[in-house]
C-alpha cells in the first residue's frame, strides 16, 4: 500500500498537519515531506496553505475522492486474502454514542478482542450526530448510536433497547410519580445539542405538545457521566439519563427514580454503516454485537 496516500488521507480529513502527524504517529516534517513528494508527483497543489489553515485544492479534492477508494479496496483485499487463509485479520474502526461507549460497549469489546486476537480494534466515541458524521467521511467504519434514523446515507439496524429515566437525589422529597406539566417546572440538566438522548427526550414532548425551550433546563453537558456528578452534588435538580448508566447509583442508594405519566422514553440502540457491501469484519462484528445482547 502506497504510505504517502495514507498519509494525504490523513491530512485531507484533518485539514492539519499536525493532528495527521499525531494519528499515524509520525513527525510533522514526514507528512510535509510526503505531501511534498504527491505534489511533485502529480505537479500540482493538493493544500492551500494559510497560517495554520489547511484547504484542499481542487485536484487535492479529486486525489482523496480516489485515495479512498483506493484504501478501502486494499483494505477489503486483505480481508479476502485473509479468509481465503482461514485467518480473519484486519482493521476495525468502531464509532460509538456516548452512552454506549461508557456503559454498553466495553464488556463486549473485551469478549471480541478475546475472539478475534487479529483484528485491530479503535473505538471512538462522541454524540450521535458527531457518530454519523464520522461516517459519511469515512473516519469509522460502524456507528453504534441510540435515537431515530436521521441520515438516508446510511443503513441502520436495531440492536437492542434502552429506557431513558428521570432522576433525582435519593433524599429529595418529590412524590414517585409526577405528571409532564410539573416535569416542566423541575430544574433540569440534560445532554447537549446534537445528542441521541435529547433527541429522544425533544420526540416525546412533542408528543404532549411540549417543547424543549418550555422546560427550566439549567444546563446542559457533554456527557452523561458530567450530569451524574453534577446531581451528587446537587441532589435536588433532576436529570433525564439512560437506566443503562445508573445501575450502581440505584443499588447504592445515590439516585431516585421518577416516573412521568404518560411519557414515552425508550429508545433504540443501532448499529449504523454506510449504504453497500460491507466488509467480513463488519458483518462479523455486528454479528458479535447481536448475540451478546
Keep these: 500500500m502506497n504510505f504517502r496516500l495514507v498519509v494525504f488521507v490523513s491530512v485531507a480529513r484533518n ?7 499525531a494519528e499515524l504517529h509520525i513527525s510533522q516534517p514526514a507528512i510535509s515531506r510526503h505531501i511534498q513528494e504527491l505534489e511533485s508527483m502529480y505537479k ?14 481542487v485536484p487535492g479534492e479529486t486525489l482523496l475522492r480516489y485515495a479512498e477508494n483506493i484504501l478501502e479496496t486494499y483494505r477489503n483485499l486483505q480481508l479476502e486474502m485473509n479468509l481465503l ?10 464509532g460509538a454514542s456516548t452512552t454506549i461507549a461508557q456503559y454498553v ?27 454519523e458524521q464520522a461516517l459519511e467521511e469515512h473516519k469509522t467504519d460502524i456507528g453504534l448510536v441510540e435515537g431515530a434514523h436521521r441520515k ?10 434502552d429506557e431513558l429515566v428521570l432522576i433525582t437525589g435519593a433524599g429529595n422529597k418529590i412524590g414517585d410519580e409526577i405528571s409532564v406539566n410539573e416535569l416542566a417546572t423541575l430544574p433540569l440538566v440534560l445532554r447537549e445539542s446534537g ?7 425533544e420526540q416525546a414532548l412533542a408528543a404532549h405538545n411540549k417543547r424543549l425551550s418550555q422546560m427550566n433546563i439549567l444546563l446542559q453537558l457533554g456527557s452523561t457521566e458530567s450530569i451524574k456528578l453534577f446531581l451528587e452534588n446537587s441532589p435536588s435538580v433532576f436529570a ?20 412521568v405519566s404518560d411519557l414515552e422514553l425508550n429508545r433504540e440502540f443501532s448499529y449504523v454503516v454506510s449504504q453497500g457491501a460491507h466488509s467480513e469484519i463488519q458483518e462479523r462484528f455486528m454479528r458479535f454485537l447481536a448475540r451478546m445482547l
Design 85 to 94: 487463509t482461514g485467518n480473519l485479520s484486519g482493521e476495525l474502526r468502531v
Design 240 to 259: 433525564i439519563v439512560s437506566i443503562t448508566a445508573i445501575t450502581k447509583e440505584l443499588l447504592n442508594n445515590t439516585f431516585k427514580v421518577v416516573e
Design 15 to 21: 485539514l492539519n498537519f499536525t493532528r495527521a502527524a
Design 105 to 131: 460497549l466495553p464488556p463486549i469489546i473485551a469478549k471480541f478482542i478475546s475472539r478475534f486476537p487479529d483484528i485491530r480494534l479503535t473505538v471512538t466515541s462522541g454524540n450521535t450526530e458527531q457518530i
Design 195 to 201: 445528542s441521541g438522548t435529547l433527541e429522544v427526550i
Design 44 to 57: 500540482t497543489q493538493l493544500f492551500e496553505r494559510s497560517g495554520n489553515k489547511v484547504k484542499l485544492t
Design 152 to 161: 438516508h446515507s446510511l443503513k441502520y439496524t436495531p440492536f437492542g433497547k
